[in-house]
């Protein structure tokens, strides 16, 4: 499985961006798609997680602010950030987890959130 991710950039505090990550290879066996964030000089965190049956969960910090979506046709998970806050500058990383539990992770796009 291999994870494109684009969609990353500044933005001014309270505006929004909508990340992109296109799955590909053996992308039947995907079971989990998620993201994650990891700012400058901490460690990676959870931001949204959702199943194979749209089931979705959310970091405490982002909730409310931020929705995780996945379209099965085009092996592709979103993510929309509103709302964005300069806390929320990362680089932030695709990630699927298939039926057999392996993880694969996509290369990171930065978002900066800044005036």
């Known amino acids: 499985v291999q994870l494109q991710a684009s969609g990353g950039g500044l933005v001014q505090p309270g505006g929004s961006l909508r990340l992109s990550c296109a799955a590909s290879?053996?992308?039947?066996?995907?079971?989990?798609l998620a993201w994650y964030r990891q700012p400058p000089g901490k460690q990676r965190e959870l931001v949204a997680a959702?199943?194979?049956?749209?089931?979705?969960n959310y970091g405490d910090s982002v909730k409310g602010r931020f929705t995780i979506s996945r379209d099965n046709a085009k092996n592709t998970v979103y993510l929309q950030m509103d709302s964005l806050k300069p806390e929320d500058t990362a680089l932030y990383y695709c990630y699927a987890r298939t039926s057999s539990t392996n993880i694969y992770w996509g290369h990171g796009t930065q978002v900066t959130v800044s005036s």
């Open positions: 290879g053996y992308t039947y066996s995907i079971n989990v």
């Open positions: 959702i199943s194979s049956g749209t089931s979705a």
